[in-house]
């Protein structure tokens, strides 16, 4: 699993420890058909309060790996300061309700999925 936490080091705010602890937690990416599963399995999806044809959706389940779910939600709060982009470009999100902002971990995931899916190794025939 070596070639997945080395290219998962790639993201800003994934260094090795939080790398190398959703490795360890998450096992084999493969299994996984795409990041919303990956995600819920995490712990990263809204939560619902559904009765008839309304829709409530909350926080963030905080179901599945909390240990994972800690260190990517860690790696995101590195979003909260500027990547040297230009002054507009940072002060964009700003104005953004909370809820916005806190959909950087579920969009982390996504992202995890995808590299993993590359550089983890094919199974063995």
Do not use: C
């Not at 819920?40 to 599945?64: D, W």
């Not at 992202?111 to 063995?124: E, H, N, S, T």
């Amino acid at each position: 699993m070596a070639p997945v936490a080395i290219a998962l080091q790639a993201m800003r705010g994934v260094a090795l420890v939080v790398a190398v602890t959703v490795v360890a937690e998450v096992g084999d990416f493969r299994r996984f058909a795409n990041p919303r599963q990956l995600g819920a399995y995490l712990g990263l999806v809204p939560s619902e309060h559904s009765s008839g044809g309304t829709i409530r959706r909350g926080g963030i389940t905080k179901a599945g790996n909390a240990l994972a779910r800690r260190v990517l939600i860690e790696g995101a709060w590195t979003y909260r300061m500027p990547a040297r982009v230009s002054r507009k470009l940072h002060d964009r999100p700003e104005p953004l309700p909370a809820a916005i902002r806190d959909t950087m971990a579920r969009e982390m995931v996504g992202f995890i999925w995808a590299i993993a899916q590359i550089a983890q190794p094919p199974l063995p025939a």
